[in-house]
């Protein structure tokens, strides 16, 4: 009963204060967007390590104000709490991962595409292994004929967690340098090819 408890206030404080910070780190480094000067107006597949991911949303609500989002997160305790932050941000969520209910998040992400909506995807999550890419992300590119942005987040001073994804902070007044790729059609590719051409994208600016 206690651990229900605590688990209902840390859905309703951790993710209000979290979007706090994010806002706060956000407002006081230095932003730097290297990206193409436009996407297309179709719905786009935005991938991103998972240990980047804090500061997505500051760098996706720039570019695609008028596209909507959905992140697919883990359905599991602490993938609520980033979907209750992000919802701060106007970016939705699908529960589950493309490793765990593949089947019917690959259904969801679909219909979502079909009414428009961006879907984010970490290629590692949510459990890892760090930086290799799954195939799940390859998998719904080709199923939906959707074409994938690789979203990078460099901070040039951040605090690292001891964690599976070595989880980036930005610390405060420094500068956070955001990577965005062209549009990449994975359509006809192998799984294999398809996984190096994300992989590399995604360690570009290492």
Request: proline fraction near 6%; aromatic fraction near 10%.
């Amino acid at each position: 009963m206690l651990k229900k408890l605590l688990r209902g206030l840390g859905l309703i404080l951790v993710p209000f204060v979290g979007s706090l910070i994010i806002r706060f780190l956000a407002f006081t480094n230095k932003k730097i967007y290297n990206t193409p000067p436009s996407f297309s107006e179709e719905p786009l597949l935005f991938a991103c390590w998972h240990g980047e991911l804090l500061m997505l949303p500051i760098i996706y609500t720039k570019f695609r104000k008028e596209h909507p989002l959905k992140v697919i997160i883990s359905s599991h305790f602490d993938g609520k709490l980033i979907a209750k932050t992000i919802s701060y941000f106007k970016v939705g969520s699908l529960a589950g991962s493309t490793n765990r209910n593949a089947a019917r998040v690959l259904i969801q992400a679909i219909k979502s595409i079909k009414d428009g909506i961006d879907i984010a995807i970490t290629p590692d999550g949510p459990k890892g292994p760090r930086r290799e890419v799954a195939d799940g992300i390859i998998i719904m590119a080709q199923k939906t004929n959707t074409k994938i942005i690789l979203v990078e987040v460099k901070p040039t001073s951040f605090w690292q967690l001891n964690s599976w994804d070595k989880f980036v902070i930005p610390k405060p007044f420094g500068e956070i340098h955001f990577y965005a790729s062209q549009e990449i059609d994975v359509s006809g590719l192998s799984l294999e090819e398809a996984r190096d051409i994300i992989k590399k994208g995604l360690l570009a600016h290492e």
